[in-house]
């Protein structure tokens, strides 16, 4: 670091290195993250963000920016992940009697998965019992 007008060997330029985080391909979170009921069941729906070429207001959803859409979808009761679901569509049932059997108040996370990074931030989504 130092001035334009010294060179690089000046006793005031000091030579740096600097390591960056690398999370310039990482999915943004998903947005948006909604339970309805439906029936017995609970549909879960987000929406998908975008990197690459998602300033349009003319098109109808982003452009997916990836190889294929993809999430990972989990359900967590505290610190215990008690399913995890790779889902290929924005959109999830949580079904009466898995609901049944998991529910002591759950948390959904949500997270965009890239295929050059994997997956994303979590989207959270308390549900209570």
């Known amino acids: 670091m ?3 007008s010294r060179s690089y060997d000046d006793q005031l330029v000091q030579h740096v290195e600097r390591a960056f985080a690398g999370v310039g391909l990482r999915p943004y979170m998903p947005a948006q993250l909604r339970a309805t ?15 690459i070429d998602g300033d ?24 215990a992940i008690l399913r995890e679901e790779v889902l290929s569509a924005p ?12 529910w002591a108040g759950v948390v ?6 890239s295929a050059s990074f994997g ?3 979590f989207a959270r989504l308390e549900l209570a019992p």
């Open 56 to 79: 349009s207001w003319e098109a109808p959803d982003v452009p997916l920016g990836e190889e294929r859409e993809r999430y990972l979808l989990r359900v967590r009761s505290g610190a």
């Open 91 to 102: 959109e999830w049932a949580y079904g009466a009697a898995l609901r049944a059997a998991d």
């Open 2 to 4: 130092g001035l334009a």
């Open 119 to 121: 997956p994303g931030p």
């Open 108 to 113: 959904i996370e949500v997270a965009q998965v």
């Open 37 to 51: 009921a439906a029936g017995g069941d609970l549909r879960l729906t987000w929406l998908r963000r975008t990197r």
